[in-house]
T-cell receptor, first 109, second 121 residues
Framework: QSALTQPPSASGSPGQSVTISCTGTRSDVGGYDYVSWYQQYPGTAPKLIIY???KRPSGVPGRFSGSKSGNTASLTVSGLQAEDEADYYC?????????FGGGTKLTVL | EVQLVESGGGLVQPGGSLRLSCRAS????????MHWVRQAAGKGLEWVSA?????????PGSVKGRFTISRENAKNSLFLQMNSLSAEDTAVYYC????FGFGAVPTFDYWGQGALVTVSS
């Protein structure tokens, strides 16, 4: 069982917005602003798309955004595109260790 | 260009040991914290270990006492010594470079291609 809770699946039509949640505790998500999000296509390594809750690495489209409220972080994908269909994982610092969510499979309908 | 290349994966019997290596290039290896992350087939990501630039190390409870992370800066190499392996350790193991240089913050800007470790009799 993963330390952070994500919905197993999410979906949306092209052009729509989808939000994926990542729920932890005060000891991880709620206690630190070191929440990251990764995108992973089948058979490939994950790619960092959000770090420090809201920041995007260079080259990541602006339609990916992150936020946090209390013990729950969220990833929003706006203007969904077919290429956004992938698995998404959140991670958080938890004081001397790192923790991941179980992952969310995003389907573009 | 930053590159991380893992090696040393393979089939090992339960209770056995295996040592993974990761060769880094394209950046000043000694200046970065490095981590290992694993992923069992069809499952999610699991943080496995971290090592800082001062050789400080960090582990989750699931591997503490069995796994040892180390680095050799002169050879731009990261290692993971895995002992007392069980079927639950079967996974692809990724070598990753940490964006932040303190503790076990799981923010990784570069990943290797992964090394498959299979624990089975």
């Amino acid at each position: 069982q993963s330390a952070l809770t994500q919905p197993p699946s999410a979906s949306g039509s092209p052009g729509q917005s989808v939000t994926i949640s990542c729920t932890g505790t005060r000891s991880d998500v709620g206690g630190y602003d070191y929440v990251s999000w990764y995108q992973q296509y089948p058979g490939t390594a994950p790619k960092l798309i959000i770090y420090e809750v809201t920041k995007r690495p260079s080259g990541v489209p602006g339609r990916f955004s992150g936020s946090k409220s209390g013990n729950t972080a969220s990833l929003t994908v706006s203007g969904l595109q077919a290429e956004d269909e992938a698995d998404y994982y959140c991670s958080s610092y938890a004081g001397s260790k790192g923790v991941f969510g179980g992952g969310t499979k995003l389907t573009v309908l | 260009e930053v590159q991380l290349v893992e090696s040393g994966g393979g089939l090992v019997q339960p209770g056995g040991s295996l040592r993974l290596s990761c060769r880094a290039s394209g950046f000043i290896f000694s200046s970065y914290d490095m981590h290992w992350v694993r992923q069992a087939a069809g499952k999610g990501l699991e943080w496995v270990s971290a090592i800082g630039t001062a050789d400080d190390t960090y582990y989750p409870g699931s591997v503490k006492g069995r796994f040892t992370i180390s680095r050799e800066n002169a050879k731009n190499s990261l290692f993971l010594q895995m002992n007392s392996l069980s079927a639950e350790d079967t996974a692809v193991y990724y070598c990753t470079r940490a964006l932040f240089g303190f503790g076990a913050v799981p923010t990784f800007d570069y990943w290797g291609q992964g090394a498959l470790v299979t624990v089975s009799s």
